[in-house]
Protein backbone atom coordinates (compact mmCIF):
# COMPACT_ATOMS: atom_id res chain seq x y z
CA UNK A 1 0.00 0.00 0.00
CA UNK A 2 2.74 2.47 0.76
CA UNK A 3 4.88 1.60 -2.42
CA UNK A 4 1.49 2.36 -4.38
CA UNK A 5 0.90 5.62 -2.51
CA UNK A 6 4.32 7.15 -2.90
CA UNK A 7 4.08 6.23 -6.40
CA UNK A 8 0.96 8.13 -7.22
CA UNK A 9 1.92 11.02 -4.82
CA UNK A 10 4.96 11.30 -7.30
CA UNK A 11 3.67 10.71 -10.69
CA UNK A 12 1.15 13.97 -9.34
CA UNK A 13 4.17 16.08 -7.97
CA UNK A 14 5.54 15.33 -11.50
CA UNK A 15 3.19 16.08 -13.40
CA UNK A 16 2.61 19.55 -11.09
CA UNK A 17 6.31 20.21 -11.19
CA UNK A 18 5.90 20.08 -15.05
CA UNK A 19 3.39 22.16 -15.52
CA UNK A 20 4.65 24.43 -12.96
CA UNK A 21 7.70 24.70 -15.00
CA UNK A 22 5.76 25.88 -18.19
CA UNK A 23 4.09 28.26 -16.63
CA UNK A 24 7.26 29.78 -15.21
CA UNK A 25 8.35 29.65 -18.65
CA UNK A 26 6.34 31.57 -20.03
CA UNK A 27 5.85 33.80 -17.69
CA UNK A 28 9.85 34.60 -17.97
CA UNK A 29 8.95 34.97 -22.13
CA UNK A 30 6.23 37.36 -21.27
CA UNK A 31 8.52 39.41 -18.61
CA UNK A 32 11.67 39.57 -21.21
CA UNK A 33 9.46 41.05 -23.92
CA UNK A 34 8.07 43.38 -21.33
CA UNK A 35 11.72 44.31 -20.50
CA UNK A 36 13.10 44.49 -24.27
CA UNK A 37 9.84 47.21 -24.56
CA UNK A 38 10.74 49.09 -21.52
CA UNK A 39 14.43 49.48 -22.63
CA UNK A 40 13.45 50.39 -26.05
CA UNK A 41 11.42 53.11 -24.66
CA UNK A 42 14.16 54.65 -22.42
CA UNK A 43 16.82 54.40 -25.40
CA UNK A 44 14.02 56.33 -27.59
CA UNK A 45 13.53 59.21 -24.51
CA UNK A 46 17.17 59.70 -24.10
CA UNK A 47 18.03 60.25 -28.13
CA UNK A 48 15.14 62.68 -28.48
CA UNK A 49 16.07 64.36 -24.77
CA UNK A 50 19.97 64.18 -26.51
CA UNK A 51 18.67 65.84 -29.34
CA UNK A 52 16.70 68.50 -27.63
CA UNK A 53 19.62 69.18 -25.52
CA UNK A 54 22.30 69.85 -28.22
CA UNK A 55 19.63 72.41 -30.32
CA UNK A 56 19.18 69.77 -33.13
CA UNK A 57 15.27 69.42 -32.60
CA UNK A 58 13.29 70.82 -35.32
Known sequence: MGHEALE???G???EGW???????????????GGLE???????QADA???KVMSG???
Open 18 to 32: SFGLQQLGETLKALG
Open 48 to 50: AVR
Open 8 to 10: FAC
Open 56 to 58: QAA
Open 37 to 43: ATAKGYR
Open 12 to 14: GLR
